[in-house]
Structures are given as C-alpha cells and as structure tokens.
C-alpha cells in the first residue's frame, strides 16, 4: 500500500462510493455516498440530502473516508442501514482516499434540506488492484438501494419506485452472484415496505 493526496480512481459521472465520518460517540458511520465528476476546476464534489449522520459529521469534523469496494452487502448497508465502525476504512476497500470537506453551496428541494460539499483529497491508498468486469447483478443492487432510499420522499412517485426495486430483484435473481443475492437479502430486510 503507497498513501498519496489523489484521487485513487478516475471520477466521471457519478461515482458510487462509501464513506465513514467520525461521530460524537467516536465511531465512523458508514453511508453511502455519490461523487460528481472533477468540475472545471478539478473540484471533487458531493451532495448530502437531510441532516443525517454523514451532514453533521461533514459539518462538525470537516472530513471523512470515501473509499471504493465491490462488496454488494458492504453498499447495501452503507445506504440502507445505520452501520458504525471502530476504524475508518472497510476491510473490503479497494482503495480509500481522506477527504477535508468544503461547504460550496446548501439549500432546499421540497423539503428537503441538501448541503453540496467539495471534497479534497489530503491522502489515499490503493488496497488492492483489480481487473474490472461489468456485472448486471452488483448494478441492480446498487440502483435498488437508490431507488429503496427514495420510497418515502415526496419528491417521487412510490409506486414507480417500488416498480423499480421489483426489477432489480429480477435481475440479480437471474444475473446475481451469491454475494449479490445476499446483498439483495439484506435490503429487503432493511426497507419497510412490500414489493
């Protein structure tokens, strides 16, 4: 493992990611986390909806973890559940990156409050090098936890994002890994609401 300030991975669109930030009872939350593609000016930037855990951590330490794993179940709970961990970063991190957060700009959608974030770099590692492979069943977990975590905002329609997560328990029951599956599992059992 060799630490530098970069960026470990390239960054285009929105980039799923997990982080952790440093709570009042000194354990790191785990939530999920999308990463906007490097602006003009090389800016790094991220959104958080609401005041949840990763808000006030952001807004109270300035910093946090985001780090970068293919562990389906690992994402699930980041986006789904309340997870706390002793260490920062996740036994199943590729690569991770500690970030010093930035207020850019903050205000309302409905109602709810968003706070956008410039996230810079101050030192990340590679765990581990992979070959990448395209895999329907990890992509349909990862848009059935944003479709899972949209179900109670008035924003969108309910039942369009209940006909969401029934198609993509379809497409891990018949492309999913056994991880992918179990990933799959846990959202269920995490998300109030029958489909």
Same mark, same amino acid.
């Given at each position: 493992?060799t ?12 980039t ?22 490097? $602006? ?30 293919? $562990? ?14 002793a ?10 990156v ?10 309302? $959608? ?17 765990e ?17 936890t944003?479709?899972?975590s949209?179900?109670d905002?008035?924003a ?16 891990v ?5 056994e ?7 846990r959202?269920r ?7």
């Open positions: 493992m630490e530098s300030a970069d960026w470990p991975v390239e960054l285009a669109g929105v799923e990611s997990v982080v952790t930030t440093l709570g009042p009872n000194g354990l790191y939350n785990v939530a999920a986390l999308g990463l906007h593609e490097p $602006d003009a000016d090389g800016k790094v930037t991220a959104t958080t909806w609401g005041r949840t855990r990763t808000w006030r951590n952001f807004s109270e330490r300035g910093e946090g973890h985001v780090q970068f794993t293919r $562990d389906p179940v690992d994402f699930a709970e980041a986006a789904l559940s309340v997870r706390e961990e260490e920062p970063v996740l036994d199943s991190a590729d690569a991770w500690r970030v010093r957060v930035e207020r850019l700009s903050e205000g309302e $959608d409905g109602d709810t409050q968003w706070v956008e974030w410039a996230l810079v770099p101050e030192a990340s590692a590679v581990r090098r992979v070959v990448p492979t395209t895999k329907r069943g990890h992509a349909a977990v990862v848009e059935a944003v479709a899972a949209r179900l905002v008035p969108y329609d309910r039942e369009t994002m209940l006909d969401r997560l029934r198609y993509f328990e379809s497409v029951e018949t492309a999913g890994s991880r992918e599956r179990a990933a799959f599992d959202l059992e995490l998300v109030d609401a029958e489909w």
